[in-house]
């Protein structure tokens, strides 16, 4: 009974975000969406930084790249009916970015990983700045606006983003409960081991890349339709790549629910405390980060286990 | 030991392995033949190249030269996760546990990825039969990193042991142990021995060496200076110039020469 706990909490989270359209107002239906959009961005970054334990700092990268992929297609025709297929197309082309690049990355470790990632980031940012002609450069991308009343677009891109962070979720415990979890966590711990105790340690390692990559690039795509205008700094912002890594140390890394505690609290924090201190909230940012590394190594979800446990 | 348990049929074949690292010749030229069922003991002095060579035919570093076949097929490119699966298990000289893991959990991960268990339950049951095998029944649930170092050991051996290996090479499984312990050490690896586990082990005491080993291999300076039947490699004046040098084979070939 007591396992089952987590699970009920989370499905009366999914719905109590799903029903906000129907009783609350098109703010708060806009913080639902960005609580499940971090989620799925939260989600993500635990398989490849809380599973493997490589620091990735890839995610805007993959979520930056979803939304040109997805804008560009919508603009080339893939919108209104289709528009889910955009959606996929980015999310799939993000996962094929995310094999090649992983291929050559991976084979790096701890700093120097977390560098060869954020580099990524860069680059992507960089290439999207200057190639005007498909991307239109530092001005940006306009995007065909789906159609409907504002109340309509709202509850399309909620239930769009839930059901990215659902799949990223049962990814998550299809992952947690398997082989591919399994030796992933043999992975963290010690990697030569690993090997030596046969786990393929690059497959695996590539697998947990794109694990990471493909629901970012999902919602980068559902994201550019969603605000209908995307920019080289905002979508691949280095901010979003490092709020990935906080909200899930916040939670836990390497455990099931400890991304969704802590993207849902880091939101809940943003959107009421830090609304507080605009000037200063990158500030309260790095406080909050060096207050994690000293109290909370282990996030909110392992110290309540320390304290059962103990 | 009798020498009668290996079957004779070839397992392992090294032929002219070297390795270098930049100018550093650290295996040159090694050729050995390994037959099922074998006990064969590596020594050298320090810096020798055992381990090296050790990572050459598990595939940790890739070979310069050379040519490492198992079972009749070439294994020289192999990466040590593809040996571990063929059944080429090894202990590390400093002991490489899951240390966060359950002692179950770290063998739980060699009979799911290299023994072939077709699941968790299965991966499970072997793996606590191995557990009791090396005497660490009573200490699944702990986590690794705070067993003793014997018993870290014993995990590494049951570790390697849940990988079903048809060639297990210790390391120095010895280093760092008391004399009682290693006394219960040996009589471990004689058991796995019994189970017809063909072994190489790495070793500095010669007493271990001595009382283990069907055949040995002396290393030095990467070189294979002498193999063969344990009494009469330690009397080999050329081991006993690695070992003491120079000076001292010299006058232990002038005391033989001179005995009646």
């Known amino acids: ?310 | 030991m009798n020498d009668s348990r290996g079957s004779g049929e070839v397992l392992l074949k090294v032929e002219r392995l070297s390795k270098a690292f930049g100018g550093i010749q650290a295996v040159r030229d090694v050729s050995f033949t390994l037959s099922e069922g074998e006990i064969v003991g590596l020594i050298g002095p320090n810096g020798a190249g055992k381990t090296t060579l050790v990572n050459l035919v598990t595939g940790v570093f890739p070979a310069s030269s050379g040519t490492v076949v198992f079972r009749g097929s070439d294994i020289t490119r192999q990466r040590p996760f593809q040996a571990a699966r063929r059944g080429i298990a090894r202990t590390f000289q400093i002991v490489q546990p899951f240390p966060a893991m359950t002692v179950l959990e770290n063998v739980v991960a060699g009979a799911l990825f290299a023994g072939g268990a077709a699941d968790r339950a299965t991966a499970e049951n072997e793996a606590m039969a191995h557990l009791e095998f090396v005497g660490l029944g009573a200490e699944v649930l702990r986590p690794a990193a705070s067993l003793t170092l014997p018993s870290r050991k014993r995990l590494e051996l049951a570790k390697s042991l849940a990988m079903k290996p048809k060639v297990l090479l210790l390391d120095e499984v010895n280093a760092g142990l008391n004399t009682s312990e290693i006394d219960q050490a040996l009589a471990l690896i004689r058991a796995i021995a019994a189970r017809g586990v063909t072994i190489i082990i790495i070793e500095h005491l010669m007493k271990v060496v001595l009382s283990l080993s069907q055949r040995i291999l002396v290393l030095h300076h990467g070189e294979l200076i002498s193999s063969g039947d344990p009494h009469d490699v330690v009397n080999d004046p050329k081991v006993i110039e690695a070992y003491l040098g120079s000076k001292f084979a010299e006058r232990q070939k002038q005391l033989a020469g001179t005995a009646p």
């Open chain 1, 1 to 310: 009974m007591k396992a089952r706990l987590p699970y009920i909490l989370f499905a009366i989270w999914v719905l109590a975000l799903a029903a906000t359209p129907w009783v609350a107002s098109n703010y708060i239906v806009k913080i639902a969406t960005f609580l499940a959009m971090y989620g799925a961005i939260a989600l993500s970054w635990n398989f490849i930084g809380g599973f493997t334990g490589y620091p990735s700092f890839a995610t805007a990268a993959f979520v930056g790249l979803g939304a040109y992929s997805g804008a560009l297609l919508q603009n080339a025709g893939m919108s209104g009916a289709w528009l889910p297929l955009a959606w996929l197309s980015g999310a799939l082309i993000v996962a094929l970015f995310s094999a090649l690049i992983g291929l050559i990355i991976l084979r790096m470790k701890g700093h120097y990983f977390a560098i060869g990632s954020i580099a990524i980031v860069e680059v992507l940012s960089q290439l999207a700045s200057s190639w005007s002609s498909l991307t239109g450069g530092g001005e940006g991308l306009n995007v065909k606006f789906l159609a409907g009343g504002p109340d309509f677009i709202g509850r399309v891109f909620l239930y769009t983003m839930l059901v990215i962070m659902l799949m990223a979720f049962v990814a998550t415990l299809l992952v947690d409960r398997g082989r591919l979890g399994f030796g992933l966590r043999c992975i963290q711990q010690n990697e030569d081991a690993a090997d030596m105790v046969g786990i393929d340690v690059t497959r695996y390692k590539i697998y947990a890349f794109v694990l990471s990559a493909v629901f970012c690039g999902a919602v980068g795509a559902a994201y550019s339709s969603w605000v209908a205008y995307i920019s080289p700094t905002d979508s691949f912002s280095i901010l979003l790549t490092l709020k990935a890594p906080v909200m899930v140390l916040l939670g836990g890394p390497g455990t099931v629910f400890g991304p969704i505690v802590g993207s849902a609290l880091f939101v809940l924090m943003e959107e009421t405390i830090w609304a507080k201190f605009l000037d200063y909230h990158q500030a309260v940012l790095g406080v909050v980060i060096v207050l994690l590394i000293f109290f909370l190594p282990g996030g909110l979800l392992r110290l309540r286990f320390k304290k059962g446990a103990a």
